[in-house]
């Protein structure tokens, strides 16, 4: 959806660090989330953070939430092979509805 | 545990033909929705279920149909197939409206 944007294509070697970043219109979000999708799978949510919180980690994942801008990344350390998918961002409004960003492509190159 | 069950994961059909695309989740889920993926334009919503008996639309909800007699179940209807509803379809459920997600495997419909 137009309302939560996000780049297209991204490339890191293995063992860099990945930064996937988005942008969101509607300040009303109550959560913010990051999803992975694998060629012919579906959607696995890997972290989520609520609108009121500016960080989150979880292991090798780290949310950042910066509400003023509404932006939110994801980083990604330590990238290995198997985190090569497609990354969506969404967001969930007061009325449970999920709104997507297109997706970002991360290939993650030996 | 099978979570959120989708067939066909994969159809043909031709233009003018009616078919449904089956969804059915197991963890007592209320909220149920259907979506459409499409290249470059991330998941959009097509209707959505708040419990066994309401639904309601989303962003893109024309040409479709659908119904909750049960909390199990959520079939999307295409009552006449076009092409542009090609694209693949994921169903996901949630524990309310504000529950983490959960999401089929998809079906890829193609339109000839």
């Known amino acids: 959806g137009e309302d939560v944007e996000q780049s297209l294509f991204l490339s890191v070697r293995e063992g860099d660090s990945s930064v996937i970043n988005c942008t969101y219109t509607?300040?009303?979000?109550?959560?913010l989330y990051w999803y992975k999708q694998e060629p012919g799978a579906g959607l696995q949510l890997l972290t989520y953070i609520f609108s009121n919180m500016d960080m989150k980690q979880d292991q090798r994942l780290t949310v950042l939430l910066n509400k003023k801008d509404k932006h939110l990344s994801l980083r990604i350390a330590d990238t290995q092979t198997g985190d090569s998918a497609i990354y969506f961002c969404?967001?969930?409004?007061?009325?449970?509805?999920?709104?997507f960003g297109a997706g970002t492509q991360v290939v993650v190159t030996p | 545990n099978a979570g959120v069950t989708q067939t066909p994961k994969f159809q043909v059909l031709k233009t003018g033909q009616s078919m449904t695309l089956q969804c059915a989740q197991d963890m007592n889920h209320e909220y149920m929705s259907w979506y459409r993926q499409d290249p470059g334009m991330g998941l959009r919503l097509i209707h959505y279920?708040?419990?066994?008996?309401?639904?309601d639309q989303g962003e893109v909800p024309n040409g479709y149909n659908v119904s909750r007699s049960t909390t199990e179940d959520f079939p999307l209807r295409l009552l006449s197939a076009a092409p542009s509803q090609t694209s693949v379809y994921f169903c996901?459920?949630?524990?309310?409206?504000?529950?983490?997600?959960?999401f089929g495997q998809g079906t890829r419909l193609t339109v000839v």
């Open positions: 509607d300040s009303s979000s109550t959560y």
């Open positions: 969404a967001r969930k409004d007061s009325w449970g509805k999920l709104q």
């Open positions: 279920s708040v419990g066994a008996g309401i639904t």
């Open positions: 996901a459920s949630s524990y309310g409206q504000l529950g983490e997600a959960f």
